[in-house]
């Protein structure tokens, strides 16, 4: 069989990728179905995606949440020159959500979906008009469903709703990969080359025969590269797929690591008749993580404590419709403040921050919707598809190495099942379950079901947590939950402080507890019990920092121990001061790129123009021109705490002026103003 190099091996550049989220119609209401078939009916909003409509009934005290039922609508057509396949593939995508519902394309129910934070792919090519414009209607709630993870009516978190991940259509030719099949694994690593072995899978949705082989590339971030591999000439019938592997060897490989998370990216591409028909990108890194019997977490051989938050994706004024940008601020504030580590829960999170904890080198532990939720029958059905949705799109981070499958419930048959499911999809990582009560998992037989036991709370039992468990190893899963830690009251951030020294002094010493999750990383909204907002968090909603993220990055950094006082910041007062006057804190540049998220501090300060630390209140900002302030409040207030505060403005990607004024009662006003340049995008949008 010729198994030589096709002549032709350069990768085209081809859009492939058309983006959906501007110019969506939205009714906060169960829009009849007329509404979702037809273009005429103008009632609603004109929003963007990503879109949760929780953005101003939330972080308020006695305020519901709204929990019912959304509308999206929006016409478009299909770029020219689109259609030039006749065999083309119409692929729509959505990004994570939450919630159930049906979707409609020019008059017609495509389908029923269940977002599962993790969105769906659905074929439209026999639905979608070549010629003419697509009406597209999708009506989703985030109502409580016992059958929809987390399976639970009022979790100490919000089921916020909305199409909080985007939407795209994908243009896939007849004879294509599979996104989601790719599948990166590594061996050998400290050895000094590299083993990798690449599998994916070949779809030929044409009429006839395709002969074709795979091409594995792989390659450096800068495009170097450092390995390469053909698979066998291969027959796919029509309709049919082939799953296919090649295996490589990366000579004087780097290792993916906390200190230096350096990543490669394995290019795969379809060559047919010397051309190349498609190929698909997934970035990678070489990295031997295991938790090692009585030891703990061991990285590249090296002995590794994790320092983690527990995180909730969700900021005031977004809800969990968060962009890019701000997925990568909350890793990068993991970072500066010296953990090493975050827990995702309780439920699979957005891949811009899995992309972002691969760049930075923050570890992931990542877990289904679970919360006190754990059972048989249909949950289990679920949570089988979410586990097994969530280890096929994250599989290939290097910063995951730990699949969660719950959180304060045990169910030994759904453990068990879960876990195997894990282990044939993907064996190099362990299960974990995070346990508060040991006395009820001991019962239920749970606790030597994990690879990894979690524990939450009552670290001080940590040494029979490690004796009932399977491979005696502990991870503190939660700890130091102090929910009135408010940011700019200075006893109750010392006494958050306290409490995360006195449950850290608990597991100090025992090289069982792999590490900790502090609860957690910001604080969040809830309305389980009434509580509305917890304030737990080493950083506050708008991710302002508090003393107990000072005092954690001085700790890892071994500037103080866990019974010295935390040393007073520069910058920080404590004698009382007097308000004078308001203005802005953030260094603004002149021209912002439009379409993106601008932060912008806001401090109070005192007649000599020094920073005021006892004043809270509110202010209230004014946004005119090419951008939008995202408050939580319909009254475009914001939080001024401890005389600081913080509020996002979005800008349009447009060419023009923002204007932002920000005002207080009897302190003035501040004000500025930006010039704003329209982006070109990276892909097209219909």
Known sequence: MDTSEPENTARPFIPTFYGL????????????????????????????LPHCWNEHDTFQQNVSCYRGFGSYRKSFSLPAGADRDDDAQWILSAGGFYGRGSLWLNGRKVANVNGQYLGFEINMTDRISKDGPNLLGIRIDNKYHRNVLPGFKMPDFLLYGGLAGGIGLRRLPSLHLRRGSTHIRTANVRSGTAHVKADARVENMSGRERYFRVHWSIQTEEGDIVAEAASQLCIVEPGGCADLSVELNVANSNLWDTDNPFMYKAIASIEESSRIVDWIETSFGFREAEFRENEGFFLNGRRVHLHGCNRHEAIPGFGNALPPELHRRDAEILKEYGFNFVRLSHYPQSPDFLDACDRLGILVYAE??????????????????????????????????LWGMGNESRSRRAYTELRELAREMDGSRPTIYAENMLVKGAKAGTLDIPDVLGLNYKLENAEPAKNASRNHVVLASECSNFPRARRGDPSKEEDQIRLIKRHLSNIEGKDFVAGYCLWCFADYATERKKRYIRHSGVVDAWRLPKRSAAWHRSLVRGDIDLDTPRPVEDGERTVECVANTIGFVSNLPDTVPGGTV????????????????????????????????????????????????????????????LRINVSAMGLGSCETELSVRRQIERFEEL
């Not at 920073?611 to 408050?631: L, Y």
């Open 21 to 48: 989220n501007r110019g969506w119609h939205f009714r906060k209401d169960k829009a009849p179905t007329s509404w979702l078939k037809s273009g005429t009916d103008e009632t609603g909003e004109t929003i963007t």
């Open 368 to 401: 289904i919707a679970t919360w006190k939720s754990v059972r048989n029958g249909r949950w289990l059905d679920a949570a089988r598809r979410q586990m097994e949705g969530m280890i096929r799109r994250d599989r290939n981070h290097p910063s995951v190495i």
């Open 598 to 657: 601008i932060v912008l501090d806001v401090q109070i300060t005192d007649e000599q123009c020094e920073a005021v630390t006892d004043w809270s209140g509110s202010a209230r900002i004014e946004v005119s021109g090419c951008g939008k302030a995202k408050t939580y409040r319909e009254d475009n207030a914001i939080e001024i705490s401890g005389g600081l505060g913080r509020v996002y403005v979005a800008s349009d990607n447009a060419d023009g002026t």
